[in-house]
């Protein structure tokens, strides 16, 4: 069966500093992905997209992600950590069927 | 959240009453989803539409059942509720499914918190 599995639950940076949250997807074929973004009681909003075009996709509000096939990844990454990226983030895969995986989540924390 | 609206956004009801929650587009977006948020557990897909009286059943179906007699609306009825159904429900909407650049972009409501007692 697909699954997504994001490897940490919570992930805590200092403002200024970089993020990487990261991203391991299992599938038979190459999915498209998905990066989604909730900040404290609010609904989901999408951050970017991959399909099938260019390998790193950058997104809204400075994030980016790169697509390794060969390591079945899809980390998203941002150079300077705002106080404002503190949300959960949720990465998912489309399967052969173009139902949607979701990942578990993960918690950014940003220390001032 | 433009384009959707869910309600109630809060309820609390008892264990064996029946709860409808509804969503509402104006976007005419073709497909419509109800997903449940948990701790530990992302998003779970409990049923979508895909069209005007067309729907399916996701991987948390039972104990939940949905209608959809208008392209705006998509109702979620849970037919007697459960503890276990104490959760954050969200509403989706997509404008398409398959392989193009935009497929399967879900757009999000607000989402409805709903407490069993």
């Known amino acids: 069966a697909q699954s997504v599995t994001q490897l940490d639950s919570h992930v805590s940076v200092s403002e200024g500093t970089p993020v990487l949250l990261r991203c391991n997807y299992s599938?038979?074929?190459?999915?498209?992905l998905f990066w989604y973004v909730q900040h404290p009681n609010k609904g989901l909003q999408l951050l970017l997209k991959?399909?099938?075009?260019a390998t790193l996709v950058k997104g809204i509000n400075g994030f980016e992600a790169e697509f390794k096939k060969s390591e079945t990844s899809f980390h998203l990454t941002k150079p300077s950590a705002h106080m404002s990226d503190a949300a959960e983030y949720f990465c998912?895969?489309?399967?052969?069927?173009?139902?949607?995986?979701w990942g578990a989540g993960t918690k950014l924390i940003i220390k001032p | 959240d433009a384009g959707i609206t869910q309600s109630p956004r809060h309820k609390v009801t008892e264990t064996g009453t029946p709860v409808t929650l509804r969503c509402h587009q104006t976007?005419?977006?073709?497909?419509m989803y109800w997903y449940r948020q948990d701790p530990g557990h992302g998003l779970r897909l409990i049923h979508y539409?895909?069209?005007?009286?067309?729907?399916d059943k996701g991987e948390v179906s039972d104990g939940y059942s949905v209608s959809r007699s208008k392209t705006e609306d998509f109702l979620l009825t849970l037919e007697s509720a459960t503890s276990s159904q104490t959760s954050v429900y969200f509403c989706?909407?997509?404008?398409?499914?398959?392989?193009?650049?935009?497929?399967?972009?879900?757009?999000f409501g607000a989402g409805s918190r709903l407490t069993v007692l």
């Open positions: 991959y399909t099938s075009a």
């Open positions: 599938s038979s074929y190459s999915p498209s």
């Open positions: 998912v895969a489309s399967d052969s069927n173009y139902q949607l995986i």
């Open positions: 976007e005419n977006h073709r497909y």
């Open positions: 539409s895909y069209g005007v009286k067309d729907t």
């Open positions: 989706a909407i997509s404008e398409s499914r398959g392989r193009g650049s935009g497929a399967n972009v879900l757009t």
